[in-house]
């Protein structure tokens, strides 16, 4: 992965965005694939993930055992925003340099669960709300070197499920879900 944490978020960034800002009122109580979560409580982890990777950036101490914030009427203009300070957080010199988190993992590898948190919960949502989403194929590129090499510590602390098994035939993106443990054909069983 050669491409800055903070170019390949504007990347995703362009195709999270209309997704986000797709999301209707009345699907706000849909399931999604994240079974803990209806499409307002991962809009909610969401923005509290977006707006905690942003301290990381900065090497500064997270929180994300705290409940996060019920997000109201202003969410689209809220999450434009709020990308819009991650991708300049982790533009910031050095960045991407060291340890960052309580974990002290590398930041770089930090940056990219940023960019996967994005990538990855736009999938869901947009699964959840009827959407079409595709990530950028360097993005998929990207997370599929770094998820590949965090999956087993992911599984450990119940970030990752099991990994959904896919044929030979899957899309890298297909295949990049799948090691979270989604089903790439999730499907709601109510309609969007």
Request: charged content about 20%; overall charge negative; glycine content about 8%.
């Amino acid at each position: 992965m050669t491409d800055k944490i903070s170019t390949l978020l504007e990347t995703a960034a362009a195709d999270a965005l209309p997704v986000l800002r797709g999301v209707r009122d009345d699907q706000l109580a849909l399931p999604t694939p994240c079974a803990e979560y209806d499409v307002h409580g991962l809009l909610d982890h969401l923005f509290q993930v977006i707006t905690n990777f942003q301290v990381l950036a900065a090497k500064g101490e997270s929180d994300f055992g705290a409940a996060a914030e019920r997000l109201g009427d202003d969410r689209s203009e809220r999450f434009a925003a709020e990308i819009a300070g991650l991708i300049s957080a982790w533009a910031a010199p050095g960045a991407e340099d060291g340890l960052t988190g309580a974990m002290n993992m590398p930041a770089r590898t930090v940056g990219s669960m940023a960019l996967g948190d994005l990538a990855v919960h736009s999938w869901d949502l947009a699964r959840a709300t009827g959407q079409p989403y595709e990530p950028a194929a360097a993005v998929v590129a990207a997370l599929g070197e770094e998820f590949t090499a965090l999956a087993p510590t992911a599984r450990t602390m119940n970030v990752f499920g099991a990994p959904f098994p896919v044929g030979e035939d899957a899309t890298p993106f297909e295949s990049l879900l799948a090691e979270t443990g989604r089903d790439p054909a999730w499907r709601p069983s109510v309609s969007a």
